[in-house]
């Protein structure tokens, strides 16, 4: 059990040093709502400290509150984003004081804990992995906050593995069931589970995620004037936001140009292209001929092992994430070349599917089969619908702590400024299923 505990302190002190170094800015940058569909830095700050109060020292630790008076400003769900600047937010040293004694409580209770209790916020560490995932999920929108702000800052620009795009564009995955989801990943949410059997027709997916290249093709080819690759609410949505290109691109004479992090830089043209809405993905696919893949697809060609015959955890198996698998962490701030990561295919030959941009996909975000709500409603359950999109995979600034083949996404398909991009789909002929690939 101590190994277990000091993996968890160890995590709780990586996602917290993360958190104040994308807060370590002056007042102004963290009280100040850098876009109205963003919270104010300093109250994610404030919330991420409060939610480990609320779950790990109240409901595991029957700690009474430190701060019940500020729960209400600190609930997601009662001070939508628009109001939260107008709240007599924690400034930042009182909130970051506020989380540090959170945080010391919280290690006494981890001293304390049995992690082989049956209760299920104690069992295997459940609770300390729902604040670390939680914190680090709020850090990687803290990243989104700062690049729309554009503040200069925290572009880690470590040298990523070389790209290679020889060989096949994609991959086929035959026809037959497999176990989606999952009943045995101990830190797995709620909407990840119950595994259940899905059975899909052949299909082809694409081995890399679709290059900044090729999606400036499509915009060179007209395809944002075309109503033929949108859907009627893409259009909509497109001529009305007047959208030409994906967020922070500008066009300068024949070549495209990005902001990230406060610079601006060539559009690299060997990376995976990200801050793209699933409208846009949606019409990219249509005008290549082909389809986002839907969420079954993505999970069976990142994560189903044919020969073993069950899921993996990662696509290269069961292995934590390393520097050779993907690109995870923030280690640079952009996505790599694609195939920048071989060692980090999947079984059946699709890369990057871990890490880098988070993937639309065609689904909408629903409960799977047997779905239970825990340990409460307004993780998962009250976004069911069909209102959002399903994004998988993670990105560069998605931590390894908070991503596997299962961990799934979602957001409204007009979002562009999370680091998302996409691949696409298609389903096999009947000659090609036959064949097992081939004509």
Known sequence: MTDRKDRIAAELVAVRERSLAYT?????????????????????????????????????????????????????????????????????DEARRYISGVRGRVLDVLDAIDLDAPHPLHRDGFVFGLVIQHEHQHDETMLATLQLSGRPGLVRDGEPPPGRTGGPREVFVPAGPFRMGTDTLPWAYDNERAAHLVDLPAYWIDRFPVSNAEYAAFIADGGYDDPRWWTPEGWE????????????????????WRLRFGRIEPVPPDEPVQHVSWFEADAYARWAGRRLPTEAEWEKACGWDP?????RRYPWGDEEPGPGHANLGHRIARPAPVGAYPAGASPYGAEQMIGDVWEWTGSWFLPYPHFRAFPYREYSEVFFGHRF????????????????????????????????????????????????GWA
């Not at 109060?53 to 729960?71: F, K, M, Q, T, Y």
């Not at 020969?307 to 899921?311: K, L, M």
């Not at 400024?417 to 789909?425: E, K, L, V």
Request: hydrophobic share 40%; aromatic share 10%.
């Open 307 to 311: 020969a073993a015959g069950r899921s």
């Open 24 to 92: 370590d800015a002056d007042d102004e940058t963290l009280m100040r709502q850098h876009s109205p569909i963003m919270s104010p830095l300093v109250w994610d700050l404030a919330h991420v400290g409060n939610y480990e109060e609320l779950w790990v020292l109240r409901a595991a630790g029957g700690i009474a509150p430190l701060r019940p008076e500020i729960d209400d400003m600190y609930d997601a769900f009662k001070t939508p984003r628009r109001n939260r600047p107008s709240l007599p937010l924690l400034c930042p």
């Open 237 to 256: 949505w497109r001529c009305r936001t007047e959208v030409t290109a994906p967020l922070f691109w500008e066009r300068d004479g024949d070549a495209w």
């Open 389 to 436: 999109r399903v994004l998988r995979g993670g990105s560069w600034a998605t931590d390894p702590a908070a991503v596997r083949t299962t961990f799934r996404n979602w957001d409204f398909p007009i979002r562009r400024q999370i680091f998302a991009g996409f691949r696409c789909a298609r389903t096999a002929t009947p000659e090609e299923a036959a064949g097992g």
